[in-house]
């Protein structure tokens, strides 16, 4: 499907339809998720605190997420010279900027009352904000190279560096002491999570993932129509 | 050209015509400084995070050449000359960043311990933090030289270097400070050590390749 999609044409015509129907599944699985969110029963400790934990641990899933979608996009473009994939690779890293922003202030919001701080350097918290200047220094990268094709190559090979991080941000829990929850979902044992959060927590990311795919697709098609009206002024000026 | 003396070239240009390992050292010494200054020189707090500044520092200190690795040859067309030549290109990044650790990595290594106590930080720290500032400097000379090689031809130079390299400092850091304070209080310090030689031999392995093909596509 990847290499189907690498003809813009085709590309166009499935997000025209595909991100639309994305943006509409994101808002309907927000809005259930964010119904039993607060449906759901206050925490026993935490009281009703407990539920930025809807907000706050899919924003984290998927600025990991969107990281894996940048360094595959990235390879995509590096090795196999797909056509959009550098578009992708682009138009990904400002959303996952932006989730992993939302991931670490409403952490913030949630630290202080249950841990007494607004930040603590927690390696979990600590290695999410260096997937933040992961992020910006991407960011900073396309913007400060002129060419763009080179913008994009020297762009996904960084990515692919930065790649490392991913793994210790989600290992970060179990590697080292940490005051940040470890892992509660997908324990050998099954969920340690009681149902009425379980299912407010599956929705809201799955919600989120919707709402990437569809700011994703939308994303791409405005960096291919910005590439083609570039060249387009380009061959204009002669 | 082999890759001996493309090593002497790399290291005559590092130490000749005012470089040297001094002027490194020179800017270790004197950020050193600046923490005494700004935290005021209390012995007791001072002592408590006496080696994890002197392992920032170090950090810091290392980023300080990196601009000028590929940036000098890429400017004066030798970087052309490199790639067209005999040695592969990955090999090429690979002694340049070699020879970045033995001029500015190594000296800061030996300086390191020295900063740490004079910081405050207790002499039996002083060998650990030698062995850990080495084999880090070799890590931060080649990831260093990651973000030197993505970063030619852009406009920022040595800032831009800075924020893509730091996020990537970030492990070695972790380690090598780990490792010294647990053996500061007593805990076992040879895990952190292993992993920071582990971080350091993976960017040795794998970071001239992506060298090369950042330093290719910024020359073509």
């Not at chain 2, 080495?134 to 090689?149: D, H, K, P, R």
């Amino acid at each position: 499907m990847i290499t189907a999609l690498a003809n813009p044409q085709r590309f166009l015509a499935f997000s025209r339809w595909a991100a639309p129907l994305f943006g509409a599944a994101a808002a309907m699985l927000l809005a259930a998720g964010l119904w039993l969110a607060f449906a759901a029963p206050p925490d026993y400790q935490q009281g009703d605190t407990v539920r930025i934990l809807f907000v706050h641990v899919p924003a984290a899933e998927l600025s990991l997420f969107a990281y894996v979608c940048l360094a595959g996009a990235s390879f995509f473009g590096l090795v196999f010279r797909h056509a959009l994939a550098d578009a992708a690779a682009r138009a990904a890293a400002p959303l996952g900027a932006g989730f992993t922003a939302l991931a670490l202030i409403t952490g913030s919001f949630w630290g202080k009352p249950m841990w007494g701080a607004w930040w603590v350097w927690d390696p979990r918290l600590t290695s999410e904000l260096i997937l933040l200047l992961f992020y910006l220094g991407y960011m900073a990268l396309q913007a400060a190279i002129e060419d763009e094709a080179k913008a994009d190559r020297a762009c996904a090979i960084l990515a692919l560096a930065g790649a490392v991080n991913v793994p210790i941000v989600h290992f970060s829990v179990t590697w080292w002491n940490s005051l940040h929850q470890g892992e509660s979902v997908f324990t050998s044992k099954g969920p340690l999570i009681a149902g009425v959060y379980l299912w407010p927590w599956g929705l809201m990311t799955f919600g989120y993932i919707f709402l990437f795919a569809s700011l994703w697709l939308v994303r791409t098609r405005a960096e291919i129509w910005r590439r083609r009206a570039r060249s387009l002024a380009l061959k204009a000026a002669g | 050209m082999s890759a001996w003396v493309l090593l002497r070239r790399e290291l005559a240009l590092a130490w000749g015509r005012g470089g040297g390992p001094l002027l490194a050292c020179a800017f270790y010494a004197g950020m050193t400084t600046l923490l005494p200054l700004a935290s005021g020189p209390s012995p007791a707090r001072l002592a408590v995070v006496a080696a994890g500044s002197a392992w920032a520092a170090l950090a810091l200190s290392s980023l300080l050449p990196l601009e000028r690795l590929f940036e000098r040859d890429f400017e004066d067309g030798a970087l052309d000359l490199l790639v067209l030549g005999a040695l592969p290109l990955e090999l090429v990044c690979a002694v340049k960043c070699f020879a970045q650790w033995l001029a500015t990595g190594a000296p800061l290594a030996i300086l390191a311990p020295v900063v740490s106590s004079a910081l405050g930080a207790p002499l039996s720290l002083a060998p650990l933090t030698f062995v850990c500032a080495l084999i880090g400097g070799l890590g931060f000379a080649f990831t260093g030289g990651l973000g030197a090689s993505l970063a030619l031809g852009s406009r920022r130079g040595g800032l831009l270097v800075a924020v893509i390299v730091l996020p990537l400092f970030a492990p070695p850091v972790i380690f090598g400070g780990g490792a010294v304070a647990a053996l500061a209080g007593g805990l076992g310090w040879t895990s952190g050590l292993m992993f920071l030689a582990a971080y350091s031999l993976a960017a040795v392995a794998l970071a001239p390749f992506a060298m090369a093909a950042a330093c290719r596509n910024a020359l073509s």
